[in-house]
């Protein structure tokens, strides 16, 4: 069964500053896709940023960036130029790719709390 | 956002009760999930449908059943509700594709259950 670590319980940043959350995971299928989510106190989970394993380059949206290293079945996502806003907590998530089937359910890590400091 | 909507969003009830959560999309996604979220176990799949009447299990299935008979509409029925229960369910839809598509997970905004 796959697993997704976040061994980060809390993190913590200063305003307009860079941080990096760690995530790794355990496969053994070769196709899959990895996400981080935002969850603010709203509650609502917010999908980040989204890696296909098949790509070899980071994906990146805006402020956020990721660092894909598939041999190392690892997943970390920086935040650059941290807003208040980015203040919630970031949940890892792992699927597999498509295959034919019928289960695509995510699997989640337990969370990063990212606290922003004015 | 998708178009998910999850009712009710609060709910309080005691122990032994019969309780069901609707989940609604407005997207037409063939694929809706049911996930509960709680304190240090991120989130985790209870249920999930494939299509109309096409249920599956998930991780933490006991003490749940589901229900699927339109494509926008995804039922999660606790049949005796227990305090073990009380969480913040998620439901979450998606379109699976092949590869090049993008297929992502949207979620509903949450309902919490309290189970006295």
């Known amino acids: 069964a796959q697993t997704v670590t976040q061994s980060q319980p809390e993190m913590s940043v200063q305003e307009a500053e860079t941080v990096t959350l760690s995530c790794t995971y355990d496969?053994?299928?070769?196709?899959?896709?990895l996400f981080w989510y935002k969850q603010p106190p709203s509650r609502q989970m917010i999908l980040v940023i989204r890696?296909?394993?098949?790509?070899?380059q980071n994906a990146t949206e805006n402020r956020f960036s990721v660092n894909f290293q598939k041999a190392a079945k690892s997943f970390s996502l920086k935040i650059s130029d941290s807003q208040l806003g980015d203040a919630a907590m970031y949940f890892c998530?792992?699927?597999?790719?498509?295959?034919?089937?019928?289960?695509?359910?995510?699997?989640f890590g337990k969370g990063t709390l990212l606290t922003v400091n004015p | 956002d998708a178009g998910i909507t999850q009712s009710p969003r609060h709910k309080v009830t005691e122990t032994g009760t019969p309780v069901t959560l609707r989940c609604h999309q407005t997207?037409?996604?063939?694929?809706m999930y049911w996930y509960r979220q709680d304190p240090g176990h991120g989130l985790r799949l209870i249920h999930y449908?494939?299509?109309?009447?096409?249920?599956d299990k998930g991780e933490v299935s006991d003490g749940y059943s589901v229900s699927r008979s339109k494509t926008e509409d995804f039922l999660l029925t606790l049949e005796s509700a227990t305090s073990s229960q009380t969480s913040v369910y998620f439901c979450?839809?998606?379109?699976?594709?092949?590869?090049?598509?993008?297929?992502?997970?949207?979620f509903g905004p949450g309902t919490r259950l309290l189970v006295l």
């Open positions: 979450a839809i998606s379109e699976p594709q092949g590869r090049g598509n993008q297929e992502t997970q949207y």
């Open positions: 496969t053994s299928e070769s196709d899959y896709y």
């Open positions: 890696q296909e394993a098949y790509k070899q």
């Open positions: 998530a792992y699927r597999r790719g498509w295959s034919g089937g019928s289960n695509y359910k995510l699997t």
């Open positions: 997207e037409n996604h063939r694929y």
């Open positions: 449908s494939y299509g109309v009447k096409d249920t």
